[in-house]
């Protein structure tokens, strides 16, 4: 079965901070991955997605996510934090090749930006 | 493009009484999901559509759950005979037509809380 894995439930750092939020997934079979963002109390906003092409891609907030094929990871980074990123990051797989169309997602990660 | 709406945002029901929830997807998409969040968790896939046809559910989906969407437009989902398991947020969202990366997009959520 797939699955995807995010080790860290929390990640506390400072403002102006980088932070890495790690994902990783499990599939035998091509993948679109996305990393979504809650924010409190509202729902799920798509935050960047690979489909193909450039392995690295960009949000039009400062985060960026690596595709690495041969570890199976899509880490999202950030070079520099701001308070208001603090919310949860949900990384999710779409499996191409009997996957159905349904979102896979990791159990998320909290992201608590201090000042 | 208002963006995918929920309704009701919050729903308090006992033990034994049927539900129902609305999702008015984003106007041109011709998928709609439904997925479940339970605290600490990621959204877990229930039930997919293409227009009107129910396509896929997931093993989640018990018989005392039961999702329309008669006209291809807006759906609703119908929880029978409540059980405090049930007491989750749930998730519509829509994505655009095959070919367009099926990223989803999702709405604010229904938080039930069965007492």
Known sequence: AQSVTQLDSQVPVFEEAPVELRCNYSSSVSVYLFWYVQYPNQGLQLLLKYLSGSTLVESINGFEAEFNKSQTSFHLRKPSVHISDTAEYFCAVHILTGGGNKLTFGTGTQLKVEL | ??????????????????????????????????????????????????????????RLLSDRFSAERPKGSFSTLEIQRTEQGDSAMYLCASSPVEGRGYEQYFGPGTRLTVT
């Open chain 2, 1 to 58: 493009d208002t963006g995918v709406s929920q309704d009701p945002r919050h729903k308090i029901t006992k033990r034994g009484q049927n539900v129902t929830f609305r999702c008015d997807p984003i106007s041109e998409h011709n998928r709609l999901y439904w997925y479940r969040q339970t605290l600490g968790q990621g959204p877990e896939f229930l039930t997919y559509f293409q227009n009107e046809a129910q396509l896929e559910k997931s």
